[in-house]
């Protein structure tokens, strides 16, 4: 069977965007909401506010991303959404990504390229914590599971990685280019909403890239994927 293209994910999740555009409508405002605060408050505030700032943003993205994962994922598998499940992955999602997050710092501050090594195998364990779960096996664990899943199709797990760093790099440099124009609200708000457009779509990127690899790759068959 041929192996889909990058394209072939970013097709899906345009698609899949456009068609649910009612559902993913509150998460886009949200985000954009979010984004335009950050501009505002970047240092204006003390460090304290700042990070207290900082970790409210995190912890509604979470929540928004996970939201967006299991809607991708709904009309990706046979799996229905329900805002209960949403509420469960929550406290998952968060586990596994601070273990992620563990992790690469660690392989950072003893070496470098173990750090590169973490991100690259294991950077999507937390959406797969959540969203395949269901092809975890007694002899694998999630861990193992993305790490097999992802390197599966290189090529495209690759240019995905690195359109996820264009796209922090992108989000980093509207901040800059808003604080150069002295807060200017319409360059603000034009970057918030183009920053999460583009978040909303490469969620949507990452869950078609796992929901076809996994499905590949898994040791068991739970006939939940959808062909």
């Known amino acids: 069977m041929e192996r889909k293209s990058f394209s072939d994910f970013f097709y899906q999740s345009v698609e899949i965007f456009k068609n649910n555009f009612k559902s993913i409508s509150p998460v886009l405002l949200i985000l954009v909401l979010i984004d ?7 240092s204006d505030q003390s460090d304290a506010h700042n990070i207290i700032s900082t970790l409210t943003s995190a912890l ?7 939201y967006l994962i299991n809607l991708y994922l709904s009309k990706l598998t046979v799996i229905p959404f329900s805002l209960n499940k949403c509420f469960w992955d929550i406290p998952t999602y968060l586990f596994y990504e601070l273990a992620f997050g563990v992790c690469f710092l660690v392989g950072v501050v003893i070496f470098v390229i173990p750090g590169i090594f973490v991100y690259f195998f294991f950077s999507m364990v937390p959406t797969v914590a959540i969203a395949f ?5 007694e002899n694998e664990g999630i861990f193992s599971l993305t ?21 922090s790099a992108v989000n980093w440099g509207s901040e800059k280019i808003f604080l150069i124009s002295d807060h200017n609200f319409i360059i603000g708000i034009g970057f918030s909403l183009m ?9 949507g990127v990452i869950v078609s890239f796992l929901a076809n690899t996994v499905r590949e790759n898994s040791q068991i068959e739970t006939g939940l994927l959808s062909e």
């Open 133 to 137: 779960d269901h092809y975890e096996s």
């Open 60 to 66: 509604f993205e979470v929540v928004l991303t996970v």
């Open 36 to 42: 335009i605060y950050g501009m505002l408050t970047i």
């Open 195 to 203: 920053n999460s457009l583009l978040i909303c779509i490469y969620t």
């Open 147 to 167: 790490k097999r899943s992802v390197t599966s199709n290189k090529s495209t797990y690759l240019l995905i990685l690195i359109l996820g760093l264009v796209l």
